[in-house]
């Protein structure tokens, strides 16, 4: 019964060196690992090469569930599709293990809470911005163009919307908008 390893961890700056420990540990000979967001089923590249290969009597092996996924339909998908192929699933720090019967409704359980203290966590960071916009302290993204400079371009130097894209290192689309023209297709521009 071969058991393979998935490591995932969200942002550029998470070392996937310990899930990676934990899974050569735990006995994995093949380990895929990638890096991203566990809110959503695509971008997941790895994860889903990893279940395409996956056969009857293999287990696939993460370190935490919430390293599968993270929205709880996503994770019962994934349990379900595993399951139908007669593929079990363990995790090394959580009482999770398919094979058994408690270890079937865990990763449930489990998924609930993680998407509970998902939106949770979005709440706080709404929260947040509310009340650092209420203060002032919080105005969003400085602007990139210099709307003034598009203008003189195009006003002083009557440059077109290309040259001022080119020029400023934007968009048309952005010089258009700052010009309060309507966007033109390609063809009709210039």
Same mark, same amino acid.
């Given at each position: 019964?071969?058991?393979? %390893?998935?490591?995932?961890?969200? @942002?550029? /700056?998470?070392?996937?060196?310990? =899930?990676?420990?934990?899974?050569?540990?735990?006995?994995?000979?093949?380990?895929?690992?990638?890096?991203? &967001?566990?809110?959503?089923?695509?971008?997941?590249?790895? $994860? =889903?090469?990893?279940?395409?290969?996956?056969?009857?009597?293999?287990?696939?092996?993460?370190?935490?569930?919430?390293?599968?996924?993270? &929205?709880?339909? /996503?994770?019962? /998908?994934?349990?379900? *599709?595993?399951?139908?192929?007669?593929?079990?699933?363990?995790? @090394?720090?959580?009482?999770?293990? @398919?094979?058994?019967? #408690?270890?079937?409704?865990?990763?449930?359980?489990? %998924?609930?809470?993680?998407?509970? *203290? %998902?939106?949770?966590?979005? *709440?706080?960071?709404?929260?947040?911005?509310?009340?650092?916009?209420?203060?002032?302290? +919080?105005?969003?993204?400085?602007?990139?163009?210099?709307?003034? *400079?598009?203008?003189?371009?195009? =006003?002083?130097?009557?440059?077109?919307? @290309?040259?001022?894209?080119?020029? $400023?290192?934007?968009?048309?689309?952005?010089? +258009?908008?700052?010009?309060?023209?309507?966007? =033109? &297709?390609?063809?009709? #521009?210039?």
């Amino acid at each position: 019964m071969p058991l393979y %390893g998935y490591a995932r961890v969200s @942002t550029i /700056d998470q070392d996937l060196g310990v =899930q990676r420990a934990a899974l050569k540990t735990a006995g994995c000979d093949v380990i895929c690992a990638e890096r991203a &967001s566990g809110a959503r089923g695509d971008g997941r590249t790895e $994860l =889903q090469v990893l279940l395409d290969f996956l056969r009857r009597g293999d287990t696939l092996v993460v370190t935490r569930i919430d390293r599968l996924a993270r &929205s709880l339909k /996503d994770l019962q /998908d994934i349990v379900h *599709e595993l399951r139908d192929r007669g593929v079990k699933l363990k995790a @090394t720090e959580q009482p999770i293990d @398919t094979a058994t019967a #408690a270890g079937e409704a865990f990763p449930d359980m489990l %998924g609930v809470f993680a998407e509970f *203290e %998902g939106n949770l966590r979005r *709440e706080r960071q709404l929260e947040g911005i509310a009340a650092a916009k209420a203060r002032g302290v +919080y105005t969003g993204r400085k602007p990139i163009i210099n709307a003034m *400079e598009v203008r003189r371009l195009s =006003q002083e130097e009557k440059l077109g919307a @290309t040259e001022i894209a080119r020029h $400023l290192g934007i968009g048309r689309a952005s010089v +258009y908008r700052v010009l309060g023209r309507p966007v =033109q &297709s390609s063809a009709a #521009a210039e």
